[in-house]
């Protein structure tokens, strides 16, 4: 876009979005592994589907308003996550295993990658808002 400032918007964008998909994924794995959530096939399915619709609005509608609408809301999930997490119980107590700095660290990365993203996708959107147009490729 041409009105973005120093930041290429599309391709931090992406990288972000797309690391916030990986870091939740490990995230929701952690949750399985110490118990926060059953690993059902319901669950299964819901996260996977959820993650499709987010990497497809990653991947495929980049730079059009449904792509940063989708990204908006993923990313809102995925800034969310973290807060539920320290608010919660249990917290303190996976920290001190074995497995409680990785549990940690994927969820302090998840909410710095998610509220970037949060925050480029807004900017997107407020530059379709503004009139602007992607610069060709």
């Known amino acids: 876009m041409s009105d973005t ?3 290429k918007l599309t391709p931090t964008l992406t990288i972000t979005c797309l ?3 990986l870091f939740m994924t490990f995230h929701v794995t952690d949750d399985i ?3 926060f959530e059953p690993g059902g096939l319901f669950e299964l399915v819901a996260l996977v589907a959820l993650l499709v619709v987010f990497l497809y609005g990653t991947l495929v509608l980049a ?3 449904s792509g940063y609408v989708i990204i908006f ?3 809102l999930l995925g800034a969310v996550m973290p807060v539920l997490h320290m608010k919660g119980n249990g917290v303190g107590e996976i920290a001190r295993t074995s497995g409680g700095f990785f549990f940690v660290f994927i969820l302090l990365a998840l909410g710095v990658t998610s509220v970037f993203s949060l ?3 807004v900017r997107g959107l407020w530059g379709l808002r503004r009139g602007q147009r992607p610069e060709p490729k």
């Open 63 to 65: 730079e059009r308003r």
């Open 73 to 75: 809301f993923g990313s």
């Open 119 to 121: 925050v480029l996708s």
């Open 5 to 7: 400032g120093s930041v």
């Open 33 to 35: 592994v110490h118990g």
């Open 19 to 21: 690391l916030s998909i």
